[in-house]
């Protein structure tokens, strides 16, 4: 079992920049690939970037690519996302997502069991 909390989100200006955090419990979160996706209003669920157990692996969509980071800290049981270059087109609820026993990275929503209960970014122009 796992549970996620994510937590900084909050308002930022166009060009600013935001970190988000994800907090797991549970003894299989170092084991586990771990995502972020995001929400905006009236569209689907999407994919935003995962890191794999060893943190050595990331993989982002082309839309974040360059401007967002993620990383872990195993030790903590925390993955991070700093957010750089942010557009009003980020704004959404930014969830993280793990699944545990593979190592593989995963871009899609149903390939992860263990969700966060999301936190709102929201970019002014």
């Known amino acids: 079992q796992v549970q996620l909390v994510e937590s900084g989100g909050g308002l930022a200006q166009a060009g600013g920049s935001l970190r988000l955090s994800c907090a797991a419990s549970?003894?299989?979160?170092?084991?586990?690939?771990v995502a972020w996706f995001r929400q905006a209003p009236g569209k689907e669920r999407e994919f935003v970037a995962a890191?794999?157990?060893?943190?050595?692996?990331?993989y982002y969509a082309d839309s974040v690519k360059g401007r967002f980071t993620i990383s872990r800290d195993n030790a903590k049981n925390t993955v991070y996302m700093q957010m750089s270059s942010l557009k009003p087109e980020d704004t959404a609820v930014y969830y993280c997502a793990a699944q545990v026993g593979i190592d593989g990275i995963r871009t899609m929503v149903a390939e992860y069991r263990y969700w966060g209960q999301g936190t709102q970014v929201t970019v002014s122009s």
């Open positions: 549970g003894r299989a979160f170092s084991s586990s690939v």
């Open positions: 890191i794999r157990r060893s943190a050595f692996n990331t």
